[in-house]
């Protein structure tokens, strides 16, 4: 359940991100989602002349259809994009964390790794690079390069995602073993987006590694109580219930499960009484 990601483009929201959480298979502790620099992001705000005003949106163009074929798996196709719209503007930061995506889906950690730094070079201050790039380093295990991205972008004044960033440096940090740190980065997202279901499903995981299954309780029914209750969600909550004693709620999720998610592994375990199956935890 934790940690399978794939980068989402183009989120534009938290419910978007997490509706991309379920839709491409990233599970618990993920659902990190890259916002693509619009042209009032760029540059020094000068204004632009008719001409680099239609080199613009033409990179802009190349830059959608690359997100929509790397949304469907088209990554070559998505690259000869990316590279077309750097053809026509070599400084387009945005293309660069773009290529770096889909290097990183096509396994190539050097390129992808290299077209970060590029687009950090020419925008040290931008924060959805080194959002992406704070994840990219997590994926790696690079945890402590990692952790540094996240946090360049939390200190950007004004940044407008602070959620996000929150929710994937909680991850990291639950995947370096600093639970600690991972329970005050992910309250620190909760207090600013209470109704994140990504936020408390996550944090009430971390809680409970913690042994703090009573206070994950809180934050684990908050979800399965709404609409962003899922198999994966359920599954918490009936852990979570069972060792804080609360049988009531292990019985009421069960259900749950069973009736909205009957294929499920997670609705399988629980009708073999796998209570103790800690690899759907770490699927």
């Not at 292990?250 to 294929?263: G, H, I, K, S």
């Amino acid at each position: 359940m934790f940690l399978r990601h794939r980068a989402l483009f183009f989120a534009r929201s938290w419910r978007a991100a997490w509706l991309g959480v379920l839709l491409t298979g990233v599970s618990l502790l993920g659902g990190c989602a890259m916002q693509t620099q619009r042209a009032a992001d760029m540059g020094s705000g000068a204004a632009l002349s008719t001409s680099e005003t239609a080199v613009l949106k033409r990179v802009q163009l190349r830059l959608e259809l690359a997100e929509g074929y790397y949304q469907r798996g088209q990554f070559a196709v998505a690259l000869e994009e990316v590279n077309k719209a750097l053809a026509e503007k070599s400084d387009f930061v945005p293309a660069y964390t773009m290529r770096a995506l889909i290097y990183t889906a096509l396994n190539d950690s050097a390129k992808a790794d290299a077209n970060y730094k590029e687009a950090l070079r020419l925008s040290p201050d931008n924060a959805d690079a080194l959002h992406n790039y704070g994840w990219f380093l997590c994926q790696q295990r690079r945890y402590p390069e990692s952790f540094a991205q996240f946090n360049k972008a939390l200190a950007i004044q004004n940044y407008r995602y602070p959620v996000r960033t929150y929710l994937a440096l909680g991850v990291c940090q639950y995947r370096a073993n600093e639970l600690t740190a991972s329970e005050g980065t992910l309250k620190k997202g909760f207090a600013l987006d209470p109704s994140n279901p990504a936020l408390s499903t996550n944090l009430a995981v971390v809680l409970d590694r913690l042994g703090k299954a009573k206070e994950a309780l809180f934050y684990i029914a908050r979800v399965n109580s709404g609409q962003y209750a899922s198999a994966q969600s359920l599954w918490v909550g009936i852990l979570t219930a069972r060792k804080a004693g609360n049988a009531l709620d292990a019985a009421q999720w069960t259900n749950q499960l069973e009736q909205r998610f009957p294929d499920s592994r997670e609705a399988i375990a629980a009708q073999q009484g796998r209570f103790d199956d800690s690899a759907l935890l770490n699927d």
